[in-house]
């Protein structure tokens, strides 16, 4: 199996929680660095089920936990003191956050990981992440699918502004370049002619008056 595939078959049998608790910025990240040896036991959302499927398709020995299993939560902000900074909409790494700049803003609790990365930015310390009711992070491929979306959407954004600078950035030199460039002969005859027709038309209503 080409190394490609098989961190991606470890990265589908991760939680897909994107939290970082394994030591690595998401669940993509520690698949890739499980591919290269390390241990398989470092995904607390994960738990022993998930180093148990680490451990079968790998044909790894099973390891205890290297950390405390956490219980499943999902955030939850005081919608009523909430300042609408939008920090939390950028540290979800779902868009499980709605919300607008100064405008409250709200989870999307069937859509939340429980990844805990929305609480540190807030300003105002407004969100909790409480228990989760039923089953609402037992659906990785839901949440890496929608970790793709967001990815996919913020490099689309990336790349309109960078090609909006490139189109500044040209039409500045552009102009520069226009404006540096030195006249040509005919030019220079056309602005002494035009010159001279504007002297002409400055002095045409002097000699109007004296006649």
Aim: charged share 30%; net charge neutral.
């Amino acid at each position: 199996m080409e190394l490609i595939d098989t961190i991606e078959a470890i990265d589908n049998l991760l939680p897909q929680t994107q939290c970082g608790d394994c030591g690595h910025p998401g669940c993509r990240p520690y698949a890739e660095a499980i591919a290269k040896g390390e241990p398989i036991n470092r995904c607390p959302p994960g738990g022993d089920k998930t180093i148990v499927a680490l451990a079968a398709f790998l044909q790894r020995d099973i390891l205890p936990l290297d950390g405390i299993t956490k219980p499943k939560t999902v955030a939850f902000i005081r919608e009523e003191e909430c300042i609408g900074c939008t920090k939390c909409i950028d540290a979800c790494p779902v868009d499980a956050i709605l919300g607008a700049a100064k405008h409250m803003h709200t989870v999307i609790i069937d859509e939340c990981t429980g990844c805990n990365l929305c609480v540190d930015p807030c300003p105002v310390d407004c969100i909790d992440m409480l228990p989760a009711i039923s089953d609402q992070l037992d659906k990785p491929m839901h949440y890496k699918t929608r970790l793709l979306a967001r990815n996919s959407r913020l490099q689309r954004i990336a790349e309109q502004r960078e090609k909006l600078r490139a189109s500044r950035k040209q039409k500045l030199e552009s102009k520069t370049t226009e404006t540096l460039k030195p006249k040509s002969k005919l030019d220079e005859v056309r602005d002494a002619i035009a010159r001279a027709k504007a002297k002409k038309s400055a002095l045409a209503p002097a000699s109007s008056d004296r006649s």
